[in-house]
């Protein structure tokens, strides 16, 4: 839905609140106007039920409205003597309708100064769990949420089984498109294994957009996104039903926010030329330089010259964490991934006969990169020169550069695109050039060989960059925590220092204020 949609829809709902509770209104000591006005009525309705004013600004957020209007729809109820089980299921069953029916048919007299304090054990736990889920939602939506690190794309940096607190403020919390969803649940309800938002499964079409999906809208950060910053985002070109399944150029239409959940690095931002040499990347003709604590890691072939190898000593003495194998049936490993200083201790093992850099030679184009045209032979180790769209910035467009830029111009701006011999219509008019909406970047994993990055779906626009990765709250290796790596900065230079000690600390003198607090009240 548009921005004028959503007005008209916002301006109908009023509409139908209006006639749904204006005798209440009067009866409640105010005017019958009052009930029709946008967020003045809602302001009223605080009044009336005996609630703060400021609970009309949480029924304009997203997701969490949703369990805001129930509160609402059953407190209104209440404000008018409905106190019963009965009058609270129909409050909720009938979407707020059951006001109809107080202001219409039903008798009854607004209780001043109403006593919001529940009347029973069972209804202070039912308030305490409602509005400690509105304020988990909030956080969860708008500040701060939880992620774990599910692949060794950036290995050494974040490890598999690193949980993570991620920024969504950094660069700008998301306001949510999808207004009719799951609080605190991104693709799908688990155990019940069923979407957790409003959509319709057609694929290749873009029916969903018409379920009442919000246009984007980013609350303004304090921080832009820097080169080699980690960033959380969701997949631009989501094919990923498992992360094995992954074709480019098939699309699911998920609202952007709903889109899979993915971290790698930032290697270059918008107005960037991006080039990749034997597997290094170069930023405007130099080679980048990652922060201490990344490690670039390249996969080998490894000949022996006897024995082979035990996984358990390597990982211990060398320090190489992802897997290996024979290959061809012959002498020879296949190491996915190993860091230089791994390298470096490694090559002097005394059952290494020679190890090769497992790379692609330059020219050799590979299919599965982008931008998946065979007029440009790219592969994971020799891929560019790129330029990174950035906002307001205009290129020359021509059949040459069309498959670098076509989905940027259609899929991510939403313009109709055609080609008619050797002219280029975009949006009906012939064109030569084009201007960019919005910033594009470029997101790579640090384990070069064993990564889905950009190099296989391309750029990835502003608008879908979810968050900053700032804190590491918990870590665990599959069998055991890793201690060392409890409560840790994901940024940042040097050796990383856990706070674990004086989180514990803290807590446990929060936890001795507040019992302390509490004996002096009795007292």
Sequence with gaps: MTWTQWFLFILIIQVIHGLGTWKLYIKAGKQAWEAFI???????????????????????????????????????????????????????????????????????????????????????????????????????????????????????????????????????????????????????????????????DHKGSNSWKNKLQLPYLRIPGFEKIERNDIVVFNQPADTLLDMNDFHPDRNYYKPIDKKTNLVKRCVAI????????????????????????????????????????????????????????????????????????ALAKFKNHPNVASITPNKKIKGERDPNIFPHDPDYNWNVDFFGPLYIPEKGKTIAINLDVLPLYKRVITEYEGNQLEVRGNQILINGKVSQTYTFKQNYYWMMGDNRHNSIDARAWGFVPFNHVFGKPVFIWMSWDGKSPRWERF?????????????????LILLVGWFGFNKLRKRKKKV
């Excluded at 969490?64 to 404000?79: G, H, K, P, Q």
């Excluded at 670039?296 to 003495?317: C, D, G, H």
């Excluded at 050796?495 to 004086?502: F, G």
């Design 487 to 503: 409560f840790t900065t994901v940024g940042g230079s040097g050796k990383a220092t856990s706070y674990l000690i004086p989180f």
């Design 38 to 200: 946008p967020v003045y009525n809602g302001v009223v309705l605080m009044k009336i039920i005996n609630r703060p004013w400021w609970w009309v600004i949480i029924l304009f957020l997203p997701i969490v409205n949703l369990i805001m209007l129930i509160v609402v729809w059953v407190e209104t109820a209440r404000s008018f003597g409905k106190n019963t089980h009965l009058d609270t299921f129909l409050a909720v069953v009938t979407l707020g309708f059951y006001n109809f029916y107080l202001n219409y048919v039903a008798d009854v007299t607004h209780i001043n100064d109403r006593d919001i304090e529940p009347k029973s054990n069972s209804g202070e736990w039912t308030s305490s769990i409602l509005f400690a889920i509105v304020a988990a939602t909030i956080v969860h939506t708008y500040f701060i949420q939880p992620f774990t690190i599910p692949s060794s794309s950036l290995e050494k940096s974040l490890l598999v089984g690193d949980f993570l607190f991620v920024s969504k403020f950094h660069y700008g919390a998301r306001v949510p498109m999808t207004t009719v969803a799951t609080p605190m649940v991104h693709d799908t309800i688990p155990i019940l294994n069923k979407k957790s938002y409003l959509f319709d």
């Design 270 to 341: 918008a107005g960037d030329s991006l080039e990749i040499r034997d597997g290094f990347v170069y930023i405007n003709g130099e080679k980048n330089k990652l922060p201490d604590r990344a490690r670039l890691q390249f996969s080998y072939l490894v000949q022996p010259k006897t024995n082979q190898f035990n996984a358990k000593f390597l990982k211990e003495r060398y320090d190489i964490t992802d897997g290996f194998g024979i290959i061809n049936n012959q002498n020879t490993y296949y190491f996915s991934a190993i860091s230089d200083e």
